[in-house]
């Protein structure tokens, strides 16, 4: 069982930088690939990022490649998304997700096992 808690959310203009953090408990949190997601109001869930378990591998969604950088400490249970250059179409609630079975990277939403409550971002224009 993993539980999740991102922070780092907020409002910024365009241009600027925030960084989340998911917080996550139990045991499994380091064998655990993570991924981030985000959702736009009146869309659906959308990919953002994902690192594997050891951090050694990594994957973006074009829409943000070259800005955002995720990354993981697994002494501190924490997974982290550095955003750069944020836009306004980055507007929405960002969620980090855990998948049980590390063997294979994934972007569709319904394979990761457990998710967080969501952080708000927005940008403005």
């Known amino acids: 069982q993993v539980q999740l808690v991102e922070s780092g959310g907020g409002l910024v203009q365009a241009g600027g930088s925030l960084r989340l953090s998911c917080a996550a408990s139990g045991r499994t949190f380091s064998s655990s690939n993570m991924g981030w997601f985000r959702q736009a109001p009146g869309k659906e869930r959308e990919f953002v990022s994902v690192i594997s378990w050891s951090g050694g591998y990594t994957d973006y969604a074009d829409s943000v490649k070259g800005r955002f950088t995720i990354s993981r400490d697994n002494a501190k249970n924490t997974v982290y998304l550095q955003m750069n250059s944020l836009k306004p179409e980055d507007t929405a609630v960002y969620y980090c997700?855990?998948?049980?079975?590390?063997?294979?990277?994934?972007?569709?939403?319904?394979?990761?096992?457990?998710w967080g409550q969501g952080t708000q971002v927005t940008v403005s224009s």
């Open positions: 997700a855990a998948r049980r079975d590390n063997s294979v990277i994934v972007r569709l939403p319904s394979l990761y096992t457990y």
